[in-house]
């Protein structure tokens, strides 16, 4: 499952000034504290009356942000001018969008966005660090904002703009991003011809495959279907070649859905490529074959068991995806709750017995167990674990 944005607002109004106006990078620019934002529109009048109106009702879809400005009776775009004057934050009504913002598009999801009204500018340099500047027209979600940080992996700074650019820059963005794997796919020459060509190369030890498999694109197109598959927090990738077209599916919370479908020509030279990362056999193409790598994918190490099938339309390939920073969730984190808790480390505190895990792909039974482990006093006790395969390592086990 794709991280989504809360739509929590717990962080108070706060600023954090570098050099100028420009260099603020706080994520928490407003809160629920109506009387605080109100003060920053002074001297506009609000009354009492109409400070105990801007909460929602219950069931309400409208945002605190549209109610404030239906009470201070001002247009959007002259609210986000005000309130820059007073946060020190920019206003930039038409941002242009740079390149250097990809990174926004390709790992913030879409529907997120549009409902957040949050749309990458470009990246840039302060301090020797990249930032990413983010246009909102919805300032009072510093939640969403520190999860955007944490999202992309970097700083952010904020400029206000009205939703209609908002919406357009998310617009252009995304479509980009559907660019980018159409370009990528469009940079492979894998007509006909050339997927007879390789798989004649097989027989030679597979010297046309691994070429296809070392060219750029090739590359890319795979290192794209492992970021976004990490990102969507899949924990399998299944390349399933048929008999007139190759589908990417990810397992998300153990159901298989359909995440890309590349032409079916490009179905050896994706194959190669994993069987190079993974160090298998790429000549053998007619016998099953299991292989393992370690790769980062942004900020996480990620462990890939990967199995390789023959089948009458090609090779079919699975990938397992191991997060290593999964060995660090607890039972909280998997949605145990507190009796049910109690009652597994009571068994797991005992010296002898057996607890059986059992659940479909996907369904967490390995984070659990490496969570129990994580609650047993590796310093007392002499602590030993008998796997096939060892998907993570803890320490003092």
């Not at 990078?25 to 609000?46: G, K, N, Q, W, Y």
């Not at 820059?84 to 879409?110: H, M, N």
């Not at 995304?174 to 006909?192: A, K, N, S």
């Not at 299991?290 to 023959?310: A, E, F, H, Y």
Request: glycine fraction near 6%; include cysteine.
């Amino acid at each position: 499952m794709s991280k989504r944005l809360p739509s929590g607002r717990r962080d108070p109004l706060a600023r954090r000034h570098g050099a100028g106006d420009d260099a603020l990078r706080t994520a928490s620019v407003v809160s629920d504290d109506f009387s605080r934002i109100a003060r920053l529109f002074h001297p506009i009048e609000i009354s009492p009356e109409q400070l105990r109106a801007f909460p929602r009702a219950p069931g309400s879809d409208e945002e605190p942000w549209d109610v404030m400005l239906q009470i201070l009776a001002l247009d959007e775009q002259t609210a986000l001018e005000k309130l820059a004057e007073r946060t020190g934050l920019s206003f930039v009504a038409e941002p242009r969008l740079e390149d250097s913002a990809q990174r926004f598009y390709e790992l913030v999801p879409p529907d997120d966005a549009r409902s957040r009204h949050v749309a990458g500018v470009e990246t840039v340099v302060e301090d020797g660090q990249p930032v990413m500047v983010v246009a909102t027209a919805q300032p009072m979600q510093p939640a969403t904002f520190s999860l955007l940080e944490s999202l992309l992996d970097m700083p952010i700074r904020l400029v206000l703009t009205p939703r209609g650019a908002v919406a357009n820059l998310i617009n252009r963005g995304y479509e980009q991003r559907g660019d980018l794997v159409t370009e990528i796919i469009d940079e492979m020459p894998l007509d006909e011809s050339a997927f007879a060509s390789a798989a004649a190369g097989v027989g030679q030890g597979g010297t046309d495959l691994l070429a296809l498999a070392r060219q750029t694109p090739v590359i890319r197109l795979v290192n794209m279907i492992l970021f976004e598959a990490v990102r969507r927090r899949a924990s399998d990738i299944h390349v399933h070649p048929q008999e007139e077209r190759l589908t990417i599916r990810f397992r998300v919370d153990g159901m298989l859905y359909d995440a890309f479908s590349p032409p079916l020509t490009l179905a050896p030279a994706i194959s190669t490529r994993l069987k190079v990362m993974t160090e298998l056999d790429i000549a053998n193409r007619h016998s099953p074959q299991d292989g393992q790598t370690t790769v980062r994918v942004g900020s996480k190490k990620v462990d890939i068991r990967l199995s390789v099938i023959p089948t009458i339309w090609g090779e079919r390939v699975v990938l397992r995806l191991l997060d290593q920073s999964s060995t660090q969730l607890t039972l909280d984190a998997v949605g145990m709750s507190g009796q049910m808790q109690a009652q597994l480390l009571d068994l797991v505190d005992r010296p002898y017995g057996m607890v059986l895990v059992t659940g479909p792909t996907g369904s967490g039974k390995t984070t659990t167990l490496y969570a129990c482990l994580g609650k047993i006093d590796r310093n007392s006790r002499n602590v030993m674990t008998i796997e096939d395969p060892v998907e993570y390592q803890l320490d003092g086990i």
